[in-house]
């Protein structure tokens, strides 16, 4: 048995194919992927990785598994599939992730490319776990693939205390060793032992603060949209595969962005936080329908038509509409007066914090500084005006 010292669990205790799997490639990558991405030029002490949050969901998984009194191969399969959750993540994480899907088509929890060929399959084989079965968990797929994707799996309790403890923000102290003791299987559905809404709350709470002042922060938000379209550039100029793209580390990335004409210039900006400006930053209410239900081409296409309207550099301004808000937490099962209800059916604050939610989304258009201006009154006439 190895213990390995962890910021956030104190001491996570690895063995079996677990200690086989974490000296891997796949996995030793993962210490080169940000777990926040772009949140770090807003936290500076957000610099923690996939592979330390990838130790975490393994060790709050274990903790599951034992007090499910779940053993054997099965117990295996989820704590292997807990560690190698995040495997199929691309370079800066969620930030390329829209890029991986329209070009290959695959999700980022789409991993049994990864997991049935190569180092991974075979250490998986050699402990007896078969490959796809694996890839199926960490889909969420079955009834212990809940345990690693669901509203209320590992996974989001191992990344809300673990953000909340490198950005120093004190919104996303969840308590996951209270969570993983009370988690049930009733029915085939993972859910919380009765008297147990409170905690199911917390879980809801912590994702919206944290939503609302680490994740959607504007300025990481502007970074990742700089990012994501400086990466397409790089695809579309340069030829370098998809597939070698989605293998990248954050460093890698970044070195090819800098090493491409094209993207040159906002490689050296994210690299010094020379980040663009907010032309437009608009409420729910004040976007238009049209623009909340436009696909990838089409807001590729309006960034075009603002920038030729604006009168400047035809890649200079960025639209980023974020889907409508979504709270997928309410769905999370809790059982109540011996039966499973929806967080959503059982406490009063999920309405308030739908409607908390919504207040906070925002419509960005981002620009350089110097042609923010500029489009600001090209982007308001479009986008607000009707």
Not at 46 to 73: C, D, K, N, P, W
Not at 212 to 231: D, K, N
Not at 306 to 319: D, N, Q
Request: with cysteine; proline share 3%; glycine share 8%.
């Amino acid at each position: 048995m190895q213990a390995i010292k962890d910021a956030v669990h104190d001491y996570v205790e690895v063995d079996g194919v677990a200690r086989d799997l974490l000296d891997t490639a796949a996995m030793q990558r993962l210490r080169h992927v940000k777990q926040l991405s772009t949140v770090r030029l807003v936290y500076p002490s957000a610099s923690h990785t996939r592979f330390e949050h990838s130790l975490g969901v393994y060790h709050l998984a274990r903790q599951a598994l034992s007090q499910l009194e779940i053993e054997g191969a099965r117990a295996d399969a989820v704590r292997a599939a807990a560690l190698l959750h995040d495997v199929g993540h691309g370079p800066y994480g969620h930030q390329t992730e829209r890029i991986i899907e329209r070009r290959l088509g695959r999700h980022h929890d789409d991993v049994a490319h990864l997991l049935e060929n190569g180092e991974l399959g075979d250490v998986l084989g050699s402990h007896g776990l078969d490959a796809g079965a694996v890839a199926d968990l960490i889909a969420g797929e079955g009834k212990l693939g809940q345990l690693v994707s669901s509203d209320l799996d590992v996974d989001r309790m191992d990344y809300l205390v673990r953000d909340a403890h490198h950005t120093g923000v004190p919104y996303g102290t969840v308590d996951p060793g209270r969570l993983v003791r009370v988690l049930r299987f009733v029915d085939g559905d993972l859910a919380l032992a009765e008297g147990n809404v409170a905690a199911a709350e917390s879980l809801l709470v912590a994702r919206a603060l944290m939503n609302a002042t680490v994740y959607r922060h504007h300025v990481s938000r502007i970074a990742g949209a700089m990012l994501e379209r400086a990466s397409e550039t790089l695809l579309d100029e340069t030829d370098l595969a998809v597939e070698t793209f989605a293998r990248m580390t954050d460093a890698q990335l970044l070195a090819a962005l800098h090493d491409c004409p094209a993207t040159a210039d906002v490689a050296a900006r994210l690299a010094e936080r020379r980040l663009y400006k907010r032309a437009v930053w608009a409420e729910l209410e004040a976007a238009p329908e049209w623009l909340l239900e436009a696909d990838h081409d089409d807001v590729r296409e309006l960034e075009a038509e603002l920038a030729e309207a604006a009168g400047v550099e035809p890649r200079a301004v960025v639209v980023d509409c974020p889907g409508r808000p979504s709270m997928p937490e309410t769905e999370t099962g809790v059982v109540v007066a011996g039966e499973v209800r929806r967080l959503r059916e059982q406490s009063p604050l999920v309405q308030g914090l739908q409607a908390a939610q919504r207040a906070q989304w925002r419509l960005g258009v981002y620009a350089p500084e110097g042609d923010a201006a500029a489009v600001e009154r090209v982007a308001e006439r479009r986008l607000l005006e009707g």
